[in-house]
C-alpha cells in the first residue's frame, strides 16, 4: 500500500550552509542498513532513473542507421539527441517544484505515463518529425520523472551514509543503464533496426508504471504555497530558447538570425527570472540558496561533466564507425566495456567520497576525466587506435561517474526537506542542460570537418582544456566555502 504524508520526514540540516565532510583520517561511516521497503522503493526510483538513462544511450549507435532510414542528414542526427534533452532540460525546474507543491509521485506517475506513450510513438515513427515529437515527449516526460524521482529518493534516505548509499547505487544504475543502452542499441539495430532500441524504451515503461503506485509514498509541501508562475514562464522560456539556440547553431551557425534572436530572447528571460524571483515571496528559486558556494561550484561541475562527456561519446561513436568502420554491434561492445568500468566505480564512489568528502572527489573526478580525454588525442586510424579509445573513455567514464556521484552530494547536502524538489531539480537541470549543449557546441566541429578524425582531434582537445579548467576553478570555488 503507497503511503500518503503531506509533510515527509525531515532530513539533518547542518547548523551551517554547508556539510561537515570527513578528513582522509576519519574512518568510513559504517554502512547503513536498509529495510525490505527501503529496498523496494530504492529499486522502483533507481529503475526509472535507469529508463532514463537507457534512453540517453540507446539511440547512439543506431543513430547512422536511423539517419538513413528516416532521411536524416549527418548534421541533423544531433536533433535525435536534443530533440529529447531541450523539453527535458527546459521544464526541470517547474516540475521539481510542481512535485514539492502538489504531490511528488503523482507528477512522477504522470511523467511516466507520458514517456511509455512518447516511446510507442518514436517506434513507428514514420518521418523525422514524428519521430523528433515522439523524443520531445519523451523528454517532457522525463522532466517529470528525474526531479520528483530524485526528491523522492533524498527524501526518503535522510541525509548521511543512508543517503550516500541510496545515491551511490542510483549512480551506479545510471551507468548501467547507459552501458545496457550501447550494447543493446548496437544488437538491436544490427538485428531488428533502429525502431527496436525505441520499442525496448516502451516496454521498460509498461513494467516500471504499474509497480509505482503500489510502492512509493506521496510527499509534498506541508503548507502547499502557491505556485510561482511569472517566475516559472520565464525560467522555462529562457532555458528553452538557450537551448535551442545552441542546438540550431549546430546546423545554421551562431550568425543566422533565429540563433541570434534565441539567444537575445533566453539572456533577457533568465535576467527577468532573477528579477522576478528577487521581488516574490514565494519564489520557484531561492536566490540566497543559488548563493551557497557548494550549490553554484557543483552544478558548475556537474554542468562540465555531463557536458563534456556526452560530447566525447558522440563524436567517439561516429570515430569509431565511420573511420575505423566498426559495425553497430561492435561500436556497442566497445561502449559496453566503458559502462561495466563505470559501474564498477559507482560501487566504488561512496566509500572515496567517505573517507576524501564530496568535494574533494568533485575536484579529482573532474581532473581525471579531462586528463583522461586529452589522451584521446592520440587516436588515428589504424587498429591500435580501438585499444586506445576502449581504455581511455573507459578511465575517464570512471572518473565522470565519481564527478556525478559528488556534485549531486555536494548541491544537496544541507537543504532542508521542503527544498529537496528544488535542490535535486537543479541538480537534475544542470544534467539536463549539459547533455544538450555540449554536442552543439563541439560536435558540431567532427560533423563539419572536411576530415571527421581531425574533427575529432579539435574536439577532445577543447573538452579536455573545459573539464581541466572547471576542475581548477571548482578547486578554487569550493576552497573558500565555510565548513561546518
Not at 149 to 169: H, K, N, Q, V
Not at 310 to 326: A, C, D, G, K, P
Not at 360 to 369: C, F, N, W
Request: aromatic share 6%; glycine share 12%.
Amino acid at each position: 500500500m503507497a503511503i500518503e504524508s503531506s509533510a515527509p520526514t525531515p532530513v539533518h540540516e547542518p547548523e551551517h550552509e554547508h556539510e561537515h565532510e570527513p578528513t582522509a583520517q576519519e574512518p568510513a561511516a559504517p554502512a547503513p542498513h536498509l529495510s525490505t521497503r527501503d529496498k523496494l522503493v530504492l529499486f522502483v526510483l533507481c529503475a526509472a532513473q535507469f529508463m532514463v538513462a537507457l534512453d540517453f544511450s540507446v539511440l547512439n549507435v543506431a543513430l547512422p542507421v536511423l539517419g538513413q532510414d528516416l532521411g536524416m542528414s549527418q548534421s541533423a542526427l544531433q536533433w535525435a539527441v536534443t530533440a529529447f534533452a531541450l523539453p527535458s532540460g527546459g521544464f526541470l525546474l517547474l516540475f521539481g517544484r510542481m512535485g514539492d507543491l502538489y504531490g511528488r509521485r503523482r507528477l512522477f506517475l504522470a511523467g511516466l505515463a507520458l514517456f511509455g506513450a512518447a516511446s510507442l510513438l518514436a517506434t513507428f515513427a514514420w518521418d523525422p518529425a514524428s519521430f523528433l515529437a515522439g523524443r520531445a515527449l519523451q523528454g517532457l516526460g522525463a522532466a517529470a520523472i528525474v526531479p520528483t524521482g530524485m526528491s523522492l529518493l533524498t527524501t526518503t534516505f535522510p541525509e548521511g551514509p543512508a543517503r550516500d548509499r541510496a545515491l551511490g547505487i542510483s549512480g551506479t544504475l545510471l551507468s548501467l543503464g547507459f552501458t545496457v543502452g550501447m550494447v543493446a542499441g548496437g544488437v538491436l539495430t544490427d538485428a531488428f533496426g533502429w525502431r527496436s532500441t525505441m520499442g525496448l524504451l516502451t516496454l521498460f515503461a509498461l513494467i516500471v508504471l504499474p509497480l509505482a503506485p503500489t510502492l512509493l509514498p506521496e510527499s509534498r509541501h506541508s503548507d502547499r504555497p502557491r505556485l510561482d508562475v511569472p517566475g516559472a514562464v520565464t525560467v522555462t522560456g529562457g532555458l528553452l530558447a538557450l537551448i535551442y539556440a545552441l542546438s540550431t547553431a549546430a546546423e545554421r551557425g551562431f550568425g543566422s538570425a533565429d540563433v541570434i534572436a534565441a539567444l537575445i530572447a533566453g539572456v533577457a528571460l533568465l535576467a527577468l527570472f532573477g528579477y522576478v524571483e528577487s521581488r516574490t515571496a514565494e519564489p520557484l528559486v531561492s536566490l540566497p540558496m543559488l548563493g551557497r558556494r557548494t550549490v553554484a561550484w557543483g552544478n558548475l561541475g556537474g554542468l562540465v561533466t555531463f557536458s563534456m562527456m556526452s560530447t566525447v561519446i558522440f563524436v567517439l561513436t561516429l570515430y569509431l564507425q565511420e573511420t575505423l568502420r566498426l559495425s553497430a554491434f561492435e561500436t556497442g561492445l566497445v561502449f559496453g566495456f566503458v559502462g561495466v568500468m563505470s559501474a564498477v566505480a559507482g560501487a566504488c564512489a561512496p566509500r572515496i567520497i567517505g573517507r576524501l568528502g564530496a568535494r574533494r572527489t568533485l575536484v579529482a573526478s573532474l581532473a581525471g576525466q579531462g586528463a583522461f580525454i586529452a589522451s584521446l588525442l592520440a587516436l588515428g586510424t589504424g587498429g591500435g587506435s580501438i585499444w586506445l579509445a576502449t581504455a581511455a573513455v573507459s578511465l575517464a567514464c570512471m572518473c565522470h561517474l565519481g564527478a556525478i556521484i559528488s556534485y549531486g552530494l555536494t548541491v544537496t547536502s544541507g537543504v532542508p526537506d521542503h527544498e529537496q524538489g528544488l535542490a535535486t531539480g537543479l541538480v537534475t537541470s544542470t544534467q539536463q542542460v549539459g547533455l544538450t549543449i555540449g554536442i552543439p557546441l563541439l560536435g558540431i566541429l567532427a560533423t563539419t570537418s572536411p576530415n571527421l578524425l581531425s574533427g575529432v582531434h579539435t574536439v577532445v582537445a577543447l573538452d579536455a582544456a573545459i573539464v581541466l579548467g572547471a576542475a581548477g576553478l571548482v578547486a578554487l570555488g569550493l576552497g573558500r566555502a565555510p565548513r561546518h
